[in-house]
Structure formats: C-alpha cells, structure tokens
C-alpha cells in the first residue's frame, strides 16, 4: 500500500504531520506493553462483545479508550498514576491487539462500539464520567457525547481531530476521500503478511520515540484482526464531526504535541481551525512529544491530564 505525498510538517502544520493521523493510512497503529495482566472482561459478553474493560483504582469515574488497533494497555502508567484517586476503566476493541474480534467481525464497528460504551456506562450505573479518548478513541468520545450527552461530564482527546479526513487535505470531505479509504481498507485487508508487517515497521518511528516502544507498538499492530482494523480505519475517514461541533456542548480538553522541530503556533492554530465551532474548548500543549503523548511524555501528559480531570 503506498503512503500519500507530505509536504514539510514544519511547513504545513497538521495537515501533513507524521502523526497517528498520517499513520493510519498504512495501518501503523498499535499499544504499549505486550503484557497486560490485569482480567479484562468483555462487553456485554464474549460473543457478542464490542471491547473488553478492565477496571482499576477508587474514586470518581474515568473511561480511557485506545486508539486504533491500540490495546487499553497503553493507558498502563496512567493507570498506575490514577488508580489511587479515580476508578479507571480501560477499553479495548474487540478485534485490536490481539482481542478476540466478538460482534465486531461484521459490519460497521465504530457506531455499534459507541452504542455498547454507552450501554456500559448505564449498566455499571456510573455518575457522568470523564471519557478520555486517544486517537480514533478521541473520535468515539465525540461520537458518544453527540449522541448520549446525559453521558459524561467532560472529554479529554488527545490528539484527534473531528475529521481525519484533512490529512488529504484542509478542504477535504467525506465524498472526496471515501474512494480513497475504501481502496486503502481493501489494500490492508488484501496485504500479505510479510507486506503487512513491512508496512507497519516503516512508519513507527512516526509515532512514538522509543525504539523499545515501537517494537511494542508493531506487536499490537501485527496481532490486530485484519478485518477489524481495515474497517475501523475507513470509518474513521468517512466520519466526519465538523458539522455536529456546535451542538456538542459537552466540556472539552484538547492535548496535543508538538514534535521536535514543528512550528508551535502553526500547529495549535491548525488544532483550533478543525475544532473552530465546538463550544466549551480547552488545548493543552505538550513538546517534544509524537502522536503517544502518554509514552514519549509521561510526566508532562499526567499533569495535563490532571489539570483536564479538575
């Protein structure tokens, strides 16, 4: 599968940086350690399951959810900074770093996901808990307050736009990129797995700093179902929240990084053009961090957060 042609980050600002939001036209997304040990538990079941959970800590109540292909286990060190004041609830995707695929095996996976968070957050009778979402997770708690606004009292996105869709271009639409997801979905299903993982090792050094970390990120990616990971990142291109901004009142907390040599001011004024319309928004910067903030900067982003969770 070949890569778009980018222009210069430091030139364009987000349109074209090397984040999580270029790398899932390749697939190129993943977690954190291939050791997850605490139970997770399937949502509402194993058969029929949208993602395991895994809950942690005491205190109020905060949904983490991945990005695409990613395992809750990247939210590992947040967790363990938390759990002693909040009760942590971390997703994973039926289907991502190595979950079994459960109901999403067929059809449209991100609708459906966000049904079955809300459907949780009403059996386990939580009081209006934060969501943070990273990445496509940062999408779904979009999706999830436009939707059910009774929901959450807060999101926290970290490093997600409302359409992904402008890494083609600033004035890209659903209708414009859909042909080109479609082919890119199929060409990821179709891919062999030599291709695949050749596919997957290229790009994630764009993602995170650490190359014990990307080995980590290329296992998720790798262990993902195809289908369910092909399929989630076209919906994420043809899902487009721009228009649904405005009546999405829900208190919003932007961070965002800032790589090593990017333009600060560009990139934040490319942030806040895409989230221009949304009430209630907040932008956090954190530098010298790529697209898993949570892992190249773990002090800097548990004190955003923090600050985001007040």
Known sequence: MSEFNRPDRRKSGIFNRPMALIAIIVGIIAALSANHSRAATPFPDAATARFSVTVSGE???????????????????????????????????????????GANAEGDILAPSVEAIDAYIKASHLQKPVVVGHSLGGLMALMLAKAHPEDTSKLIIVDALPYVGVIFSPAATVDMVRPQAAALRDGMIAAPADTFRAQQTAGTARLVTSPADQAKLLDWSITSD?????????????????????????????????????????????????????????????????????????????????????
């Open 226 to 310: 195809r289908r369910v990971l092909a399929e989630s990142f076209y919906e994420d291109l043809t899902i487009d929240l721009r228009p649904d901004l405005a009546a999405i009142n829900t208190p919003t907390v932007l961070i965002y990084p800032v790589a090593a040599g990017e333009d600060a001011t560009t990139t934040e004024a490319s942030y806040q053009a895409n989230y221009a319309t949304k009430p209630n928004m907040t932008f956090h910067r954190i530098v010298n961090s790529r697209h898993f903030i949570m892992l190249d900067q773990p002090a800097a982003f548990q004190s955003a957060l923090e600050a985001a969770l007040k």
């Open 59 to 101: 205190g109020p109540d905060v949904i983490l959810i991945p990005g695409l292909a990613s395992s809750g286990a990247v939210w590992d060190n947040t967790v363990a900074h938390f759990k002693a004041h909040y009760r942590l609830h971390v997703l994973t995707l039926a289907g991502f770093a190595g979950e079994p695929a």
